[in-house]
């Protein structure tokens, strides 16, 4: 076993994602059984939440930052993932979250396109990938409910198979959502929202391949611990957020254009040029260093 298979073992962090991803799976079952359609920003806040309770009481190698004073039906609940691979080597995940309706659909996926905005958000996501060399996903909220003689078989990129409520929290490419968000109606009168069979499961991985899969040989661009830290200095500690939330009296002015303080930081400079301004930040540090 190499010291790096082992730093994913020990950091628990592998096991985390796959317990996230089911638990999603069966709150959305619960939900579309009885006609209920989830928010994309819940379901964020709930999985931070947890990645914040295993740091908290198993492994303390997770840092979460949100931002404060935001409007959710605006600026949604995508996410930056930052992952340690080598020592202070950081990949780069852009993460736009979507939730699977209870008509089987995806709903979202052109939200934020309009005559003053002429771009999707699978454009910004492009753009982002070719100008910093992150990797941008769409990440899938997804629950189906199945019969107990329902057969599935797949394996993910990192060569280990997996049952279906893995697909809880499940990754996209870009490309596949601009094509399946693009497409129309035979007689090309309107927009055919995908199904989850449309993207499911040939289509997507799930999401614990961003931390289970061996990260210090990827090919996209690693970024330094310092860059990480001071991108975006509107980034706060999740709870001081929801403290905030909870009306406890906290008040800090966001500006949603790019922080200035940062006009240096990679990151940012290339957050700014694509029009990608996150509500999330996750940080995940390899257990080697506790």
Request: glycine share 6%; net charge negative.
């Given at each position: ?13 592998c ?44 492994s303390?190698n ?18 930056d ?66 019969a ?14 997996y049952?279906e409520?893995?697909?809880g929290c ?6 596949i ?24 499961p ?18 996209e661009t ?8 001071s ?42 040029e ?17």
């Amino acid at each position: 076993m190499t010291e790096t298979e082992q730093n994913l073992i020990d950091s628990g962090r592998c096991n985390l994602f796959q317990n996230i991803a089911t638990e999603v799976w069966k709150r959305i079952i619960r939900a579309h059984d009885v006609g209920v359609n989830l928010r994309e920003e819940g379901i964020t806040y709930d999985i931070l939440v947890d990645i914040l309770q295993f740091s908290k009481y198993y492994s303390g190698n997770f840092d979460v930052f949100a931002k404060s004073g935001y409007d959710e039906n605006v600026y949604g609940s995508d996410m930056d993932v930052f992952v340690e691979t080598s020592k202070n080597q950081y990949r780069w995940f852009a993460l736009q979250a979507k939730i699977l309706k209870s008509n089987n659909r995806y709903d979202t996926l052109r939200d934020g396109y309009s005559a003053n905005n002429r771009s999707y958000q699978w454009d910004k996501l492009k753009l982002l990938e070719g100008v910093s060399g992150c990797k941008a996903f769409y990440l899938l909220y997804n629950g189906k409910e199945r019969a107990q003689d329902f057969d599935f078989t797949e394996t993910d990129n990192c060569n280990r198979p997996y049952t279906e409520d893995q697909l809880g929290c499940s990754l996209v490419s870009v490309s596949i959502i601009e094509k399946l968000g693009l497409r129309r109606n035979p007689g090309n009168t309107q927009f055919k929202n995908p199904t989850y069979e449309d993207i499911h499961p040939h289509n997507s991985e799930p999401w614990r391949t961003l931390v289970c899969c061996m990260l210090d040989k990827a090919k996209e661009t690693l970024y330094a611990r310092e860059e990480v830290e001071s991108y975006n200095s509107k980034f706060i500690p999740i709870e001081v957020v929801s403290k905030e939330i909870l009306g406890e009296g906290l008040q800090i002015d966001i500006d949603f254009k790019s922080d200035s303080e940062n006009s240096n930081n990679s990151i940012s400079i290339a957050s700014k040029e694509a029009g990608w301004n996150p509500t999330f930040k996750l940080v995940i540090n390899r257990s080697d260093k506790l």
